[in-house]
């Protein structure tokens, strides 16, 4: 792993964005890295666009402002690829993970990733709705991402999906998350 890895979300509020930006900090915490996780907000209403950030590194953090030059970035909602540039400011070797059931050649074009950047793609709102029922996609793009960047081990990864959604949901809101992440790991494309 770099000494520091730099993740920038993009969502719409409502699809738990910020809760996997959450979730994965406390997975790289508990496999003992220092971690930040913290949202940006617009106007608060579901629906419309967000940002959430992540800071993983070895050493301690002092660093307190928004990700400007992330190594990963990742969209929860295809739809912002249309409305704002989700690739500004990616380091020249930044891994894209978008949300989308199209080819990631496709998406490598759209976002003009250059040669060293790498483009993933997983359909992460169908794995949603067949794995809980509802198209909330934030779990199985952390299998993704966690996939695409082998940020943390799988199992702390689940361990702290469970942890995380246990405080709040009922066993079978469990089940179909930590499936959900299972599936998003296994079934991401790169491209």
């Known amino acids: 792993m770099a000494e520091m890895i730099e993740i920038r979300w993009h969502g719409r509020g409502g699809q738990g964005t910020v809760t996997a930006a959450k979730v994965l900090a406390d997975a790289c915490l508990s496999g003992g890295r220092k971690v930040q996780a913290f949202p940006e907000y617009g106007p608060e209403r579901a629906g419309a666009p967000l940002r959430a950030y992540n800071r993983i590194s070895e050493k301690e953090l002092r660093m307190h402002c928004p990700v ?41 074009a759209k976002l003009k990733a250059k040669p060293s950047q790498k483009v993933f793609t997983v359909d992460a709102t169908k794995i949603a709705i067949e ?11 952390l299998g993704a991402v ?21 405080k709040k949901f009922s066993q079978k809101i469990i089940d179909g998350n930590l499936e959900a992440v299972r599936r998003g790991y296994e079934e991401v494309k790169e491209g």
């Open 68 to 108: 400007l030059n992330p190594g990963v970035v990742a969209v929860v909602d295809a739809s912002l690829l249309d409305a704002i540039n989700v690739a500004e400011g990616a380091t020249d070797d930044a891994v894209f993970v978008i949300n989308t059931g199209k080819d990631p050649k496709d998406i490598r």
């Open 131 to 141: 794995t809980i029922g509802r198209p909330m996609p934030n779990a199985s793009m």
């Open 146 to 166: 966690n996939k695409a960047t082998g940020i943390v081990g799988m199992d702390v990864l689940l361990e702290d999906v469970k942890g995380s959604f246990g």
